[in-house]
């Protein structure tokens, strides 16, 4: 077990906005350098700003992850300048049940946790130390109506990130699987539902960052959503249909 208490070099995809803007500031300090990956140019470079102004140093990349070759290319020079430490696979889109992005939604969620991840595996194995957090979603332990297409890929990235914490041990790269429920992103900002529990990307991203250094195999808040939605997975199917029904969608 290689536990990253003080990771100098962190990579965070989507790093613009919301939750992996936070995580970003919430690293950002002298002696750190971070690589933000997102596809909004203007807003990762404020991001990168107030981080420099906390006295990190900074690289950006505006792409789109599910480009296989542009992601690997710029990951590497990356690791070029300096072995990357910590990796948050944290990119994600979601647009409920609108036909045709469910493709995209895949492309993004779980391609691009892919094509973040799997870059730098032969280094980190070699290095034997590093650390790749994976952010899914509480939405991965159950298919719900009108966000299909999402559930199904964070359920994805959720257990490829269990398996691959359990393959990984021997070679002491930890994998650590991030689910939060509602935080306050522009993502959630176009839900046009009542959602409980939300908090803000800078509370997520401490809950985030103190699992991390604890090597929790699993990351999972709020608490109370956790087991909410615990329960509806062992639901029969039958009552999660009736459920389902009256639950309101994207």
Same mark, same amino acid.
């Given at each position: 077990?290689?536990?990253?208490?003080? +990771?100098?070099?962190?990579?965070?995809?989507?790093a613009?906005? =919301?939750?992996?803007?936070?995580?970003?500031?919430?690293?950002?300090?002298?002696?750190?350098?971070?690589?933000?990956?997102?596809?909004?140019?203007?807003?990762?470079?404020?991001?990168?700003?107030?981080?420099?102004?906390?006295?990190?140093?900074?690289?950006?990349?505006?792409?789109?992850?599910?480009?296989?070759?542009?992601? %690997?290319?710029?990951?590497?020079?990356?690791?070029?300048?300096a072995?990357?430490?910590?990796?948050?696979?944290?990119?994600?889109?979601?647009?409920?049940?609108?036909?045709?992005?469910?493709?995209?939604?895949?492309?993004?969620?779980?391609? =691009?946790?892919?094509?973040?991840?799997?870059?730098?595996?032969?280094?980190?194995?070699?290095?034997?130390?590093?650390?790749?957090?994976?952010?899914?979603?509480?939405?991965?332990?159950? =298919?719900?109506? =009108?966000?299909?297409?999402?559930?199904?890929?964070?359920?994805?990235?959720?257990?490829?990130?269990?398996?691959?914490?359990?393959?990984?041990?021997?070679?002491?790269?930890?994998?650590?699987?991030?689910?939060?429920?509602?935080?306050?992103?522009?993502?959630?900002?176009?839900?046009?539902?009542?959602?409980?529990?939300?908090?803000? +990307?800078?509370?997520?991203?401490q809950?985030?960052?103190?699992?991390?250094?604890?090597? %929790?195999?699993?990351?999972?808040?709020?608490?109370?959503?956790?087991?909410?939605?615990?329960?509806?997975?062992?639901?029969?199917?039958?009552?999660?249909?009736?459920?389902?029904?009256?639950? +309101?969608?994207?």
């Amino acid at each position: 077990m290689f536990l990253m208490h003080n +990771p100098k070099h962190i990579l965070i995809t989507g790093a613009s906005s =919301g939750l992996g803007a936070a995580l970003a500031l919430h690293y950002a300090a002298v002696g750190v350098r971070l690589s933000l990956h997102g596809r909004h140019a203007q807003r990762l470079s404020a991001v990168a700003a107030q981080a420099r102004l906390r006295g990190a140093e900074t690289a950006t990349h505006v792409g789109d992850v599910a480009d296989e070759q542009d992601m %690997r290319d710029w990951i590497h020079s990356q690791d070029d300048a300096a072995a990357i430490d910590l990796i948050i696979a944290n990119a994600g889109i979601s647009w409920g049940t609108a036909q045709g992005v469910e493709r995209e939604i895949f492309a993004t969620n779980v391609t =691009g946790v892919f094509n973040t991840i799997q870059p730098l595996l032969p280094r980190l194995i070699q290095r034997k130390r590093g650390q790749i957090a994976i952010i899914s979603s509480l939405a991965g332990f159950r =298919g719900f109506s =009108g966000a299909a297409a999402y559930c199904a890929s964070k359920a994805a990235v959720r257990v490829y990130g269990e398996g691959l914490r359990a393959e990984l041990a021997p070679h002491h790269v930890d994998v650590n699987v991030v689910c939060p429920g509602f935080v306050e992103t522009p993502m959630t900002d176009v839900n046009p539902f009542p959602m409980p529990l939300m908090m803000s +990307p800078e509370c997520a991203a401490q809950i985030i960052c103190a699992g991390l250094e604890a090597n %929790r195999a699993r990351i999972a808040f709020p608490r109370r959503m956790y087991v909410m939605v615990r329960v509806l997975a062992a639901l029969p199917q039958a009552v999660m249909d009736r459920i389902a029904q009256r639950m +309101p969608r994207k």
